[in-house]
């Protein structure tokens, strides 16, 4: 919807399990040799700035980014050692106040063989997207409707891509739409990996997201999701479904996910990693 906007929520304990894992998804798909195309289709504006009026009026940040920054942990995941090394390179000066988004996450990641393209409706974000990033042959923004984008850039022509999608779920048909678009678009590309954000929210419409994809004929779902006490948040958790999954990743992804879990949720949450859909 163009009136979300994801500023007031950036660095949230939804960010960290968003990028993080992305994160390991993307080197998963990496250990292989051969180009790779990556659409992130909700961009967003890219980089945000914690102390910016939006950021700080919510202070939802506190949930996430701010409460795992201070931790000095040796034995860490690659994953977050990934994710932390992209903010230290975006804050040279110390801290975390220019939060890296999903689009910067996979623009730090880009090999010179691989190709990224960043979409965003709004107007105002894409604006800010633009002015954040250059766009030259290997990375292209884009400010165009998410699910168009889908049939714009795919199948790509290197044949393995990666698609993320994290809509903002304000209008509750959204569940319905984003499960039926992908599975449209699998049937032209089997061999992408869709990664799907969800937010778990009181009116628990997830559930619907579920029961779309466990009907529809896209097999090989995997699960990721993490259930915390936010007070004063509507979202106490949220999860990430990974169509096609690298086999290589998953390792990684439950490392980073045992690690967000101990240091973020402890013993106040759950977290897990499972088969929605076997192959």
């Known amino acids: 919807m163009l009136s979300y906007q994801h500023s007031y929520h950036a660095g949230n304990h939804a960010d960290i399990l968003k990028h993080i894992i992305l994160g390991d998804v993307v080197a998963g798909m990496q250990k292989k040799a051969t180009p790779m195309f990556m659409l992130d289709a909700f961009a967003g504006r ?14 939802e940040f506190d949930t996430g980014v701010a409460r795992l920054w201070p931790i000095q942990d040796d034995d860490i995941p690659e994953g977050v050692a990934r994710w932390k090394s992209l903010i230290e390179v975006e804050n040279p000066d110390g801290g975390f106040s220019r939060f890296p988004g999903s689009t910067a996450m996979l623009a730090h990641m880009l090999r010179p063989m691989d190709r990224l393209a960043a979409c965003d409706l709004h107007p105002q974000e894409f604006n800010a997207l633009r002015q954040g990033f250059r766009s030259h042959r290997r990375f ?7 699910y168009e984008a889908l049939h714009a850039f ?44 969800y937010p778990i929210l009181p009116a628990g419409r997830d559930i619907e997201l579920f029961r779309a994809f466990k009907k529809s004929a896209i097999r090989n779902i995997l699960r990721v999701e993490m259930r915390g006490h936010f007070p004063d948040m509507q979202m106490q958790g949220s999860g990430l479904l990974i169509v096609n999954p690298p086999w290589h990743a998953q390792a990684a992804m439950q490392a980073s996910l045992s690690w967000i879990h101990a240091h973020l949720l402890g013993e106040k ?11």
Not at 46 to 59: I, N, S, V
Not at 173 to 188: F, G, L, M, P, R
Not at 269 to 279: A, C, F, H, M, T
């Open 269 to 279: 949450g759950k977290s897990s990693i499972q088969w929605l859909v076997k192959e």
């Open 140 to 146: 292209s923004l884009h400010q165009r409707d998410a």
């Open 46 to 59: 890219g980089m945000y700035d914690l102390h910016a009026e939006d950021a700080q009026k919510t202070h």
């Open 154 to 197: 795919l199948p790509p022509k290197e044949k393995r891509g990666l698609i993320f999608l994290d809509p903002s779920f304000e209008d509750k048909t959204e569940y319905q739409a984003i499960a039926e678009s992908i599975a449209d678009i699998y049937a032209h590309f089997r061999a992408g990996v869709y990664v799907i954000w």
